[in-house]
């Protein structure tokens, strides 16, 4: 595949994802459909199950690409900090501030995590866990 091709690739697979995130945080997570996040997403049915395979998956992928933007606005918020205190308001503010910033994807982490697929790959979730507390301490 040629990096022409990689980037419409990406660019399709993104466009997908914050689809998927707005029709949720719109309509809700289990009343988004395929069909919701087709027409937001310009993407055709068969992008969609070619690149995710199935709503839940597509879920899934939603969730651990969300909780790898806020981990890495903590991370970014700690970096640097010399002391118990500083680190402790990096996490605070980079936590919070991250929230507030990004309002629906806060509320899809929030609600998403209390919902069988999440807890069905729980494992995709725990090893992104695990690299941002090795990269946290």
Not at 37 to 49: D, E, N, P, Q
Not at 69 to 78: D, F, N, P, R
């Amino acid at each position: 595949m040629s990096t022409r091709q990689q980037q419409a690739t990406e660019r399709r697979r993104r466009a997908i994802l914050d689809a998927t995130l707005m029709c949720c945080h719109e309509l809700g997570i289990a009343e988004t459909t395929i069909g919701d996040i087709k027409k937001r997403s310009g993407a055709s049915i068969g992008s969609i199950y070619h690149h995710f395979g199935a709503k839940e998956p597509l879920l899934v992928a939603l969730y651990v690409d969300v909780l790898q933007g806020y981990h890495g606005a903590v991370l970014e918020a700690v970096r640097g900090a010399t002391t118990a205190r500083a680190f402790v308001d990096g996490l605070v503010h980079g936590s919070l501030g991250w929230a507030a910033a990004h309002r629906p994807h806060a509320r899809f982490l929030h609600t998403a995590r209390r919902t069988e697929f999440v807890r069905s790959d729980e494992a995709e979730v725990r090893e992104e866990n695990k690299v941002f507390y090795k990269a946290l301490w």
